[in-house]
Nanobody
Framework: VQLQASGGGSVQAGGSLRLSCTVA????????MAWFRQAPGKEREFVAT????????YYADSVKGRFTISRDNAKNTLYLQMNDLKPEDTAVYYC?????????????????WGQGTLVTVSS
């Protein structure tokens, strides 16, 4: 399974970006998907997850109310709408396919990963 993330870039604080992640195979349509991020010198951290049918979403407290995760199974695509971006959101963002229909916040719950897309937020 190949995942291709895109949409990263450089924005000023308060700006918005929309990340996309296209999955090469339809395997992901029955699995949860998620976004994680990794800032320089830090461990990879959970951002948001969405169940296979979009019925359930869950966000890290740090992004709740600012980020929205969504998916289009017909297009095999995962999205992350990021609004009101802050400098602390600067990181490489990774999309991932979960091992089950509903997955949590742990890295080990995800079996396939994209290559990452860089988001840089300046103050």
């Amino acid at each position: 399974v190949q995942l291709q993330a895109s949409g990263g870039g450089s924005v000023q604080a308060g700006g918005s970006l929309r990340l996309s992640c296209t999955v090469a195979k339809r395997t992901s349509s029955n699995n949860a998907m998620a976004w994680f991020r990794q800032a320089p010198g830090k461990e990879r951290e959970f951002v948001a997850t969405i169940s296979w049918n979009s019925a359930n979403t869950y966000y890290a407290d740090s992004v709740k109310g600012r980020f929205t995760i969504s998916r289009d199974n017909a297009k095999n695509t995962l999205y992350l709408q990021m609004n009101d971006l802050k400098p602390e959101d600067t990181a490489v963002y990774y999309c991932a396919v979960g091992r089950r229909s509903y997955s949590g916040i742990a890295v080990r719950e995800y079996s396939y990963w994209g290559q990452g897309t860089l988001v840089t937020v300046s103050s």
